[in-house]
């Protein structure tokens, strides 16, 4: 009866087979960038060409977590990099925070010689000296946000800990041949809450949407202002709590990301220490703490962050991991390792302890370290009017839109103005 039409659920189990090599193509080439990045594509001194992946010793290796974060790094292809992924779950976020950057921290701050120009519109002196502000994306996943900042003419940096993101983003900005180069299957494993196993389960997007060296080189050759794009890899608190990185942005972009924290303390302490006088803190993003029960034999642990939302995944050593854009259409890709005894240095998000706050707290703590809070709402409430009523009744983070189960995320939006 299951076996044959109209139900077939062998021809199904094939699909779903073939909706796997699918997303493998991705991996693979994913994986080959990463190995030869580091140094492990088994090509020695005489060698041309590396070995092929499936022949180096640690293949077949994974643990379960392993294969977990990389199922999840795949399927955030979708949100991040597919056409209907990204119009109903990034470009609401998109849209807000470059909603915020033209009023507090403009591209044409220094531009004009209007005296409303030396100013922001709180009043305030525009932090930083140059004439492009510079942001930094602390939890930047794949890239697309940091990406889309740096087409609006803004220098950004993001920064990511998990490698298995790093190695996604860095193939997809500076690798990728052309838009709609892969095939991708998000959903196709998912056997629960399904409408329809050919417009749901089994349906096919295209990645990237964009392609992103062309995307700048058509603004470069229309005279629009392109910004420049950077990613280091490492613990966002260990990266930039440092004395050298202070006073180095003009802004913060946190999307997603302050729940990631176990103290938010932390965080804050080192969003204040990198931000320019004047500096602007820009969040969206719920408050799903992910380090609730780490130690109440929970699966919310360092290592295992099931589809992060830009957080941490225990990739603790701090590398630099570079994806640059000069302004002529090139890309500069860059690994360092620095190494330090661990028993001297701080251990940044894997420190012990971890607290919880309500979203009223975490503005009230965000206001005692020294900022001011310009502008707070929650988005996703449909009573809400106002510029992000767009979110509806929330928006979804790698939801399959046509599920039986729908998860939303309403989100706290608030901008800060370091004191």
Known sequence: MLSGPPISILDTLSAVD???DHNADLADAILDLGLTSFGLDGRGPDQKDPLPAASLEFHG???PNDLSKAHSTIRQFYRDWSREGFTSEVKPLLDTILSDLRTHLPLDRHASTDDSSATTSAG???PGGSATPSL???GAGLGRLLFELCRA???ATGNEISYHQLLASNFIL????????????PFATTFTNVTSRKSQQLRRHTVPDVHPATAMQDRIDRSLPVGEMNMTAGDFILSYSTPGCTGTFDGVVSVFFIDTAP???RYIETVRNCLAPNGVWINLGPL???FDDRFHGGDNDINNNAESKGGGDGDTDTHTHSHSHDGKNRHSHSLQQHKHPMELEDKGIAEPGSFELSDEEVIQLVSQFGFEIIHHEIVGDENVNSPTSAYGSGLGYVQDPSSLLQNRYRCSHWVARKL
């Open 153 to 155: 003419g803004y220098d």
């Open 174 to 185: 500076n690798c990728a041949a052309h838009e709609d180069q892969y095939s991708i299957y």
């Open 136 to 138: 930094l994306l602390p």
């Open 61 to 63: 290796a994974a643990r």
């Open 18 to 20: 073939d909706a796997i």
């Open 288 to 290: 799903l703490w992910h």
């Open 124 to 126: 305030q002196s525009p």
């Open 263 to 265: 103290n938010l303390i």
